[in-house]
């Protein structure tokens, strides 16, 4: 059964999949569960102690989804992640699902750890230790969208969409023609970031089921700009990344905030992340919604077409998708 996380679980304990502990062999951190929906997590297994290779396996099979390190371990769990991740995605001996599966349960997790500290260098760090695999795993492997689709998780977390919307954008990216590695690092940065603005906006209007009122929404779109003021000083991001924080809801039309530009004042990546922005939001689970099947966000992605968005790019990730 799911496990769910209550207040003073979250604050104590720090939520991981257990898909991401399945491939790991040793892990420096004891691991607790949950023995049913909403208890307190026990202590499973000890730090250091050899797991047995059909151990996790198993439990996952049973339907335990989740299982917690205490938060005053994370640092020693983050770091045991950097240290083995390589070693994963570089066997080949392991099926690319299974690599990508992983891959996005190590980034979403490194993702929700930093996000939640609140520090921008931790952040800043973070992202690139996850760009550097995400690039790595993308551009060495025929990675297939309609795939890491299938892999990738569809909650509503920032730190879920923000993994997501990276991983797309390199694949739209590289559909365009871009196959240069450093510009398709640099391009699941921004990605990665682009929603950064988000963490400033209290978490009972971004998991409103209600319609939001005029104030709220304000509120949401003020998001880029206030990503966008977050960053603007970092001589380690590009001009590039900033604006696909900044435009990324610009429209062609002129219709989309913050500013309301259009055409070619939109930058390049922007339009980019634009694009995989509204499909991953299209096909995630939404507190006030059911997520759209990829065929209807692709219809939806369609009607924006050429008005709003990029055609070329939406013609691309359909063609991506259809694979």
């Known amino acids: 059964m799911p496990n769910s996380v209550d207040t003073a679980t979250r604050q104590n304990f720090l939520p991981v999949p257990l898909a991401l502990l399945c491939l790991t062999k040793e892990l420096p951190v004891d691991v607790y569960w949950s023995l049913y929906q909403g208890a307190e997590p026990v202590l499973m297994r000890g730090h250091n102690i050899e797991i047995a290779d ?3 396996p ?21 770091k045991h992640l950097r240290e083995n991740v390589q ?4 066997n080949d001996e392991i099926p690319i699902s299974q690599r990508m599966a992983f891959l996005n349960s190590t980034g979403r997790t490194m993702l929700q750890e930093v996000f939640r500290s609140d520090n921008l260098d931790k952040t800043l760090a973070s992202v690139h230790v996850i760009s550097d695999h995400m690039t790595t795993l993308i551009t060495q492997n025929d990675v297939v ?36 590695e450093d ?8 990605g990665l970031l682009h929603d950064l603005g988000k963490l400033r906006i ?15 929404w304000q509120t949401i779109k003020r998001h880029p700009t206030d990503g966008f003021t977050a960053l603007a000083n ?20 002129g219709s989309g905030y913050p500013v309301g530009i259009d055409g070619d004042e939109i930058n390049h990546f922007a339009r980019i992340c634009s694009v995989v922005d509204i499909f991953e939001a299209l096909t995630s689970n939404r507190p006030y919604r059911n997520p759209n099947s990829t065929k209807e966000a692709l219809e939806i992605l ?16 359909k063609t991506l998708m259809q694979k």
């Open 234 to 253: 970092r001589a380690d991001l590009s001009f590039d990344q900033l604006m696909m924080v900044y435009q990324h809801h610009e429209k062609l039309d």
């Open 87 to 90: 070693s994963i995605l570089g």
């Open 302 to 317: 369609d009607q924006m077409a050429s008005s709003k968005l990029d055609g070329d790019m939406v013609k691309c990730w």
């Open 183 to 190: 510009e398709l690092h640099s391009i699941s940065i921004g």
């Open 145 to 180: 969208a309609g795939e890491l689709f299938h892999v990738l998780q569809h909650d509503y977390h920032t730190y879920t969409h923000s993994y997501n919307v990276a991983s797309y954008a390199m694949l739209l990216a590289q559909g365009l023609g871009i196959q240069d």
């Open 58 to 78: 198993k439990l996952l099979e049973s339907g335990v989804e989740t299982v917690f390190i205490p938060r005053d371990q994370a640092d020693v769990f983050q």
């Open 202 to 216: 209290p978490n009972n209007i971004l998991t409103k089921k209600e319609r939001l009122t005029e104030a709220e």
């Open 54 to 56: 059909d151990e996790f």
